[in-house]
């Protein structure tokens, strides 16, 4: 399996604060990378997919980078709605594995 | 605008089943792979299952091989999961989700399920 591993586990910012949000594979995955967003009590939210294309719909504040095993998750000019956690995800291999999570308060 | 709704969650004893469902609207359902995805109390995400949009391509994480079959009616526009052989460590909300290539890009509010005695 691959696994991941994503960083920090919590953080704290303030409003208008950039924050990265970083994640490591135990092997090559090309861009198969993506990033989601969980906030308590509503469904999941796909932010980035295949390392950085934005998903519909997503402020252009979120933004992805990176290939092979080292890739991050930047979120700039911070809002209060931001407040979540994230989770970056492999599809390049089953078991689909997830990070650890990033627990991001405002 | 694409949804897609989770019901048959809820409380069984460990050793039981349930069938969770799906229901799909907003989108060529039968165009589409999907996945499984379930979240532990005070856990993070963890993907469970994947099923191609044609049946023809199906994985599951280890944990959950033998036990839980997914599944798919594309004439229904609906996703399974039967859960059979249950354990306390399989308690999580699940989550069905579209997946076009592979990661998920719409996901349901989630059914919970609570494995206990």
């Known amino acids: 399996d691959i696994q991941m591993t994503q960083s920090p586990s919590s953080l704290s910012a303030s409003v208008g604060d950039t924050v990265t949000i970083a994640c490591r594979t135990s092997q090559a995955i090309f861009t198969y990378l993506h990033w989601y967003q969980l906030k308590r009590g509503t469904a999941p939210k796909l932010l980035i997919y295949t390392a950085s294309t934005l998903q519909s719909g997503v402020p252009s504040r979120f933004s992805g980078s990176g290939s092979g095993t080292d890739f991050s998750l930047t979120i700039s000019s911070l809002q209060p709605e931001d407040s979540a956690s994230y989770y970056c995800q492999q599809t390049y291999a089953t078991p689909f594995t997830f990070g650890q999570g990033t627990n991001l308060a405002i | 605008e694409v949804k897609v709704v989770e019901s048959g969650g809820g409380l069984v004893q460990p050793g039981g089943s349930l069938r969770l469902s799906c229901a799909a609207s907003?989108?060529?359902?039968?165009?589409?792979?999907m996945n499984w995805v379930r979240q532990a109390p005070g856990k993070g995400l963890e993907w469970v299952s994947y099923i191609s949009a044609s049946s023809r391509t199906i994985s599951y994480i280890d944990s959950v091989k033998g036990r839980f079959t997914i599944s798919r009616d594309n004439a229904k526009n609906s996703l399974f999961l039967q859960m059979n052989s249950l354990r306390d460590e399989d308690t999580a909300v699940y989550y069905c989700a579209r997946a076009p290539l592979g990661f998920s890009d719409h996901w349901g509010q989630g059914t919970l399920v609570t494995v206990s005695s």
């Open positions: 907003g989108f060529n359902f039968s165009n589409y792979n």
